[in-house]
Structure formats: structure tokens, C-alpha cells
């Protein structure tokens, strides 16, 4: 069965960096897509990157030009290196994914699309 594992949350100050990693077992496909989200306390979850079966990413714009999503199709796992953190980015983050084609990263921003598989969060604190 599918499983995602995240890591490499914790706390920092302002404006430090941090990078998460979520390797992914068990897809019968590599070229799936994957994304971020994040959740604040009492809040509702909202996608933060978006890294399509091609390698498209698309992102939010509260963190666009400060955070970067990759993907290493031979290690099943995707990245985010987070910059210039704010206060505003603490959050619990998740990792999830599902079999999509490519060019879905705005449906999967806006919540029109919603993933089916889902890690079970690293946390940020930016202080």
C-alpha cells in the first residue's frame, strides 16, 4: 500500500531556512504527482507546492520566491527547501499524493482537486 513519510521539520528563527523530505513506497508509478500542504492550529489545510507527474511545480503565493519543491523520481521522494521563514509559515506541513496527469498544480492549489494519499506531518516553528 501507498505510504508517505515526512521529515525535517523543526523550530527556527526568522528568516532561517529549513528543508523537508517526504520519500514515498509503494506507487506502481513514480511520475505521480505530489504536493505540501500545511495546516495551522485550528485551521484548515491549504497546498503550499505542487509538483506534478511531469515535475511542473506550481506554488502558492504566500511562498512563492521564498520556497522550492522538488522531486527525485529514483529515491521516491520530494523535497521542500523553505527560505526567508516567517513566523507565518508555522504550521503543521504534510506531504500527499495521488495518481494524476500532469498540469493539475493550479486544480490541487485552488482545492479542486484533492489527493488521496497523505503522510502524517513533520512540524515547523519559526519563532
Known amino acids: 500500500h501507498v505510504q508517505l513519510v515526512e521529515s525535517g521539520g523543526g523550530s527556527v528563527m526568522s528568516g532561517g531556512s529549513l528543508r523537508l523530505s517526504c520519500v514515498a513506497s509503494?506507487?506502481?508509478?513514480?511520475?505521480?504527482?505530489m504536493a505540501w500542504f500545511r495546516q495551522y492550529p485550528g485551521g484548515e489545510r491549504e497546498a503550499v507546492a505542487v509538483?506534478?507527474?511531469?515535475?511542473?511545480?506550481t506554488y502558492a503565493d504566500s511562498v512563492n520566491g521564498r520556497f522550492s519543491a522538488s522531486k527525485d523520481n529514483a529515491k521516491n521522494t520530494l523535497y521542500l527547501q523553505m527560505n526567508g521563514l516567517e513566523s507565518e509559515d508555522t504550521a503543521m506541513y504534510y506531504c500527499?499524493?495521488?495518481?494524476?496527469?500532469?498540469?493539475?498544480?493550479?486544480?490541487?492549489?485552488?482545492?479542486?482537486?484533492?489527493?488521496?494519499?497523505w503522510g502524517q506531518g513533520t512540524q515547523v516553528t519559526v519563532s
Open positions: 500527499a499524493a495521488d495518481y494524476l496527469p500532469r498540469g493539475v498544480g493550479r486544480a490541487v492549489l485552488a482545492g479542486d482537486i484533492v489527493l488521496g494519499y
Open positions: 509503494g506507487f506502481a508509478d513514480p511520475k505521480h504527482c
Open positions: 509538483v506534478d507527474a511531469e515535475g511542473s511545480t
